[in-house]
């Protein structure tokens, strides 16, 4: 999961350095975490959450197939709605 983390952190870099704030759109295909994941794993988690307000904050959008609003809240992912504004 290191290297999700690794290529969320230059794809933002890269939306900074090059100024494509509001135009650049990041398709992020992974499904969520098990809910019986280890605590290293779910610090991961975390990081790639921060990772995506980050991206957010940038003014860029992100598609991921996290389970919004899901009835089984498996990891932070899956806790951000649908459309996030």
């Known amino acids: 999961m290191v290297d999700t983390i690794w290529a969320f952190a ?4 890269d939306i900074l350095d ?3 704030q509001g135009k650049a759109v990041v398709v ?3 499904l969520s975490l098990i809910p019986d994941s280890s605590p290293e794993e ?6 790639i959450y921060s990772l995506i307000r980050d991206l957010f904050d ?3 959008v992100v598609v991921n197939c996290a389970g ?12 951000m709605p649908a459309v996030w504004s």
């Open 10 to 13: 230059k794809t933002l870099d």
């Open 18 to 20: 090059k100024k494509r």
């Open 28 to 30: 992020y295909p992974r």
């Open 42 to 47: 779910s610090a991961n988690w975390d990081s």
């Open 58 to 60: 940038a003014n860029t």
């Open 68 to 79: 919004n609003e899901a009835t089984s809240q498996t990891s932070r992912v899956d806790r």
